[in-house]
């Protein structure tokens, strides 16, 4: 059987994916927003740690590429419209 050409990502880019989709939860305004988003990484990246298989690793690496720029735009939409009372869970108490 051939090689299908396409190459597995490396360990080293599947962790810069991780941290860029954390970190582009971290720019959400909403609090919901913001954990659904973390809950949504941690979920995605452990439901796909056991994958072997080349063509699923790279399916499912740029799958987490497209979901990171969709998180990108989203994030600055939501910073636009940033409501000017913070949440009740974003309010640290002194």
Known sequence: MAASGVSAPTRT???H???SLLRVARQ?????IREYTK???VDAI????NLTDPSQLAAAFFDGKAQLEVA??????YSLYAPKVKSIMDIIPS
């Open 46 to 49: 452990r439901d796909n740690k």
């Open 39 to 41: 809950r949504r990484t």
């Open 28 to 32: 959400f305004c909403d609090y919901n």
């Open 17 to 19: 994916l991780y941290r």
């Open 72 to 77: 990108k735009r989203q994030a600055l939409v």
């Open 13 to 15: 880019e599947v962790l």
